[in-house]
């Protein structure tokens, strides 16, 4: 399609794949311009699989993944990767999602080629710096040079507004909602010997961040050994992220635990059947916050802030931190109290009516005048 303007959607980790596989879907849909999908490999792995589910193929893959890879390494790679891709096909838009550190630097890679850049799940904020480290300073640094904010919700275009952007700010809903639903009929439950998914209340627990690396893993550790010493009648899934610093913690800290099942990291389809399957979410991922309320699930936030505020003021979610009494007991509390569960279960999802990427499409083709 050498005539057509190209449109890059770039990149790197599982989440950006699950959040982009509907964007990319709606663009290759559209016969008025030519959609290349660049992957970073930041994630690689874990990215393959997630494109196998929606379908979907990239037509380029930087491949610069290293074992142990700093912020650094990624940051430089994808700068340097980006230029000669760019260069070689000149993009009218460079997409990005989110708050990567894939996202910054294709971001900051378009900018120096003059392309313009639209960032989608634009302004999320939790005014520390430090927390998420580095998502809150990725995103805000992006927010800076984006020709088009795509903002999830109101909430998030308000703060763009606040960051005084200068590119044009627009409320689309968030494509998560839109994925989700696009492969609910394809989840099927992972095989899990040690689970009978009949006689157990089953809670789906993740854990990641940088900054609950070390002393507060091991809180999250003693809080979720509390919570099941208290309550006999559940059992743990916890899929393990690929980070070595993460899973040699997780198999110290909770590995003797018999109803703790720790897996490795579930295919999409699998963990949005558990996520369905599942009574309650502990996490300090943002995507399983915008995800759980699509099924009434609450959740429990095992971070001291959250950029997805919404979840929080519409009680799909309520921050509990890394305390392990505060973690047990309100797990406890919504397990036993079925009030309490119903409330936070029948709330509608704040983030979205599944038709974000339509928007999204329907602006880049009024930018391009197409």
């Known amino acids: ?53 929606f379908e979907i193929e990239a037509d380029q893959d930087l491949g610069l993944m290293l074992p142990t890879q ?54 999320l904020r939790t005014e520390n710096l430090l927390e998420p480290f580095p998502e809150e300073a990725n995103r805000r640094l992006i927010s800076q040079i984006a020709t088009l904010n795509f903002a999830p919700t109101k909430l998030a275009a308000a703060n763009l507004k606040v960051s005084g952007v200068i590119g044009e700010i627009l409320v689309t809903g968030n494509t998560v909602v839109d994925a989700i639903h ?49 309550y006999p009648e559940a059992v743990i899934i916890l899929p393990m992220h690929r980070n070595p610093v993460v899973r040699k913690a997780l198999k110290k800290y909770l590995g003797g635990n018999p109803r703790i099942v720790l897996t490795n990291p579930l295919d999409y ?37 959250t950029e997805r505020r919404e979840a929080l003021e519409a009680g799909t979610a309520i921050l509990v931190g890394t305390d392990p009494q505060k973690i047990s007991s ?16 029948s709330v509608h999802n704040p983030f979205g009516d599944g038709k974000a990427s339509g928007r999204i499409l329907r602006r880049t083709l009024e930018l391009l005048a197409l």
């Open 70 to 123: 700093s912020l650094t390494h990624v940051t430089c790679s994808v700068l340097q990767g980006l230029r000669t891709e760019f260069q070689s096909h000149p993009s009218k838009l460079v997409l990005v999602q989110g708050d990567t550190t894939t996202a910054l630097a294709s971001a900051l890679a378009a900018f120096y080629e003059k392309i313009p850049v639209g960032h989608i799940e634009a302004g």
């Open 330 to 345: 309100e797990a406890i509390r919504l397990l036993e109290d079925k009030e309490a569960y119903k409330t936070m279960a």
């Open 1 to 53: 399609m050498p005539n057509l303007p190209i449109v890059s959607i770039v990149l790197g980790t599982r989440p950006e794949a699950i959040k982009l596989a509907p964007v990319i879907k709606a663009f290759r849909s559209c016969s008025s311009i030519n959609t290349r999908v660049v992957l970073t490999g930041q994630h690689k792995e874990m990215v393959y699989p997630v494109m196998d589910l």
């Open 269 to 305: 389809g699998e963990l949005v059947a558990v996520m369905k399957r599942s009574c309650l979410l502990l996490t300090d991922s943002g995507g399983l916050q915008e995800e759980a309320p699509a099924f009434g699930k609450p959740v429990l936030v095992l971070r001291n802030t």
């Open 182 to 230: 696009s492969i609910e009929d394809k989840a099927v439950l992972p095989h899990l010997p040690l689970i009978d998914w009949d006689a157990k209340r089953v809670i789906l627990v993740t854990v990641h961040r940088r900054e609950n690396w070390g002393q507060p893993l091991m809180e999250i550790a003693k809080g979720l050994n509390l919570l099941l010493d208290s």
